[in-house]
């Protein structure tokens, strides 16, 4: 056999066994939902109005609020994804997603803490809003949960969206931090670290074929220690208190996909309810990379050490 194809094959072997070492960094999710120039609606039905660039995929099912399904809504229009509370005690406020379920899968799996060294990070960045009327004991929620390529989640954002002043709040939630209580129909605590308070009645809006004035600036950053989050307001008396040190407790090894949806309380069935998207970027240091099957490092090996034989 010839030099020059024993060569090829052999920097062929080498690159699939290098290929799971390989660390590669960059924006491996990028979803402008308002189009390149923020004049065209993103549509879940047409990639291509998604804006430049458009990195990953997205899906959605159900919960449409605008018949040009824009993108940046989410929620459920009138009963998708009740909860059926009691007037006192705790419950799991999370649900089971139906019906109103955004999801957004990265270009490429991220790494979170376990795989990421000194100094690397991933950061999730997005904007997020709701829309509908609420007040403080019938809660309308907005969930925002990272997991991984395995479905373990790696973080939680949960967004309070109630219509009277301190009802209005977010909370960074780790695993198993699922639950709200009740005492005498009052709203008594939510699981999680608050990390805004009293965001602006600007961040919801009852015009569903409208994005709300005030969006609050969504950061979660996952570094080798665990993970940290942080809302900004816009507009309101709110108080920016970031989250630090977060765990991720579930046996999650990359962050893989991010889920968006609503929740509320059963007794406000008509009602409309949802969340609003838009600016959705994920950055990492460090990429999951496929390990190259066995099979082909096999077959490679073979076929390298068999032709090498031959005279």
Do not use: C
Not at 16 to 42: H, K, W
Not at 122 to 130: G, Q, R
Not at 306 to 311: D, E, M, T, W
């Amino acid at each position: 056999m010839s030099l020059p194809l024993r060569s090829l094959l052999f920097s062929y072997l080498m690159a699939l066994i290098a290929a799971s070492s390989q660390a590669r960094a960059g924006v491996v999710l990028d979803m402008n939902f308002e189009g390149a120039t923020g004049s065209v609606p993103g549509n879940l039905s047409t990639t291509g109005m998604l804006g430049t660039p458009a990195i990953g995929t997205l899906s959605a099912t159900g919960g449409f609020v605008s018949g040009t399904r824009r993108a940046w809504t989410s929620g459920s229009n009138r009963d998708a994804n009740n909860i059926t509370t009691m007037p006192d005690g705790s419950f799991n406020d999370v649900g089971t997603p139906a019906g109103n379920v955004l999801l957004a899968t990265l270009a490429a799996p991220a790494a979170i803490t376990g795989a990421l060294g000194p100094g690397q990070t991933t950061t999730v960045d997005f904007d997020l809003a709701s829309f509908g009327n609420n007040n403080q004991n019938n809660f309308k929620y907005a969930h925002i949960i990272g997991l991984s390529s395995s479905g373990q989640e790696v973080f939680q954002i949960l967004y309070r969206a109630g219509s009277g002043a301190g009802t209005r709040d977010a909370f960074a939630r780790e695993f198993g931090e699922d639950n709200t209580t009740f005492a005498g129909g009052v709203l008594a605590s939510v699981d999680g670290t608050q990390i805004l308070d009293n965001s602006g009645n600007a961040n919801n809006s009852t015009n569903t074929g409208a994005r709300p004035t005030g969006v609050l600036g969504i950061n979660i950053t996952i570094d080798e220690f665990g993970w940290n989050a942080s809302a900004i307001p816009n507009g309101g008396s709110s108080v920016n208190t970031p989250a630090t040190g977060l765990g991720i407790a579930s046996g999650a090894t990359d962050l893989a996909e991010i889920i968006f949806f609503s929740s509320q309380n059963a007794a406000n069935g008509t009602q409309n309810n949802g969340l609003w998207i838009d600016n959705l970027v994920v950055n990492t240091d460090l990429e999951i990379i496929p390990e190259p099957s066995s099979a082909a490092v096999i077959l490679a090996l073979a076929a390298f050490g068999g032709l090498r034989r031959r005279r």
